[in-house]
């Protein structure tokens, strides 16, 4: 079945460091990609998404690239700040086959300053 | 822009008992509700899909005896937690999104703690 890996269970960054959380898939489709964002306390956040390769989505300075050949789907972020500590989910959507979203295990981002 | 509503944001029930959650949706058409269990152990755990006009699709080990839902129309959706116990602590997410677009929205959760 439909698979998301995040590689990265948790990332401890300074601020103004450069961010990237990796996301790779496995689908037999061609289904849409999103980032979410998890605040401690809060429902998961939309961030952003892609549906076809080589679209980026971007939004508050975060971006990711939809690359089919290499099955990606890597969240990055040119400079952090403290207020981006979070959780980032990576998603794949209800594709041919599967009615169901499949989200990655989460990847805790702490960014001290 | 598209939000959605739970409500409570936490709730505590003694072990046995059952309470109700609900969600809303404001600014777009819910025309599909997804509940999700998130847990320290699980991330999303997906309870069932509600589509208006369809019959509501429960995920494996989760019944519509256990977790009854009701989406009665494009805004609103509730699920209960009949006969909670511990096993049922989590946050409770609802995901909704249109008939036409796949990004799915989700609110802010509501908490379950049993007792």
């Known amino acids: 079945g439909d698979s998301v890996t995040q590689t990265e269970g948790q990332v401890a960054l300074s601020e103004e460091d450069f961010l990237t959380i990796h996301c790779n898939y496995s689908?037999?489709?061609?289904?849409?990609l999103f980032w979410y964002v998890q605040y401690p306390g809060e429902g998961p956040q939309f961030l952003f998404r892609?549906?076809?390769?080589?679209e980026k989505g971007s939004s508050r300075g975060f971006e990711a690239t939809y690359d089919k050949g290499t099955t990606s789907f890597h969240l990055r972020k040119a400079s952090v700040q403290e207020s981006d500590s979070a959780v980032y989910y990576c998603?794949?959507?209800?594709?041919?086959?599967?009615?169901?979203?499949?989200f990655g295990a989460g990847t805790r981002l702490k960014v001290i300053a | 822009g598209a939000l959605v509503y739970q409500y409570p944001r936490r709730t505590i029930c003694k072990s046995g008992t059952s309470m109700r959650m609900e969600c809303q949706a404001v600014?777009?058409?819910?025309?599909?509700v997804a509940w999700y269990r998130q847990s320290p152990q699980k991330t999303f755990e997906l309870i069932a899909l509600?589509?208006?006009?369809?019959?509501?699709?429960?995920e494996q080990n989760f019944t519509q005896e256990k977790f009854p839902i009701s989406h009665p129309n494009l805004s609103f959706s509730s699920m209960t937690v009949l006969n909670a116990y511990l096993e049922d602590r989590g946050l409770y997410l609802c995901?909704?999104?249109?008939?036409?677009?796949?990004?799915?929205?989700f609110g802010p959760g509501t908490r379950l703690l049993v007792l």
């Open positions: 998603a794949l959507g209800p594709n041919t086959g599967n009615y169901k979203y499949v």
């Open positions: 689908a037999s489709g061609y289904p849409a």
């Open positions: 892609a549906s076809r390769d080589k």
């Open positions: 600014g777009f058409q819910a025309t599909s």
């Open positions: 509600s589509t208006v006009n369809s019959a509501i699709k429960y």
């Open positions: 995901g909704a999104r249109t008939g036409t677009g796949d990004t799915q929205y």
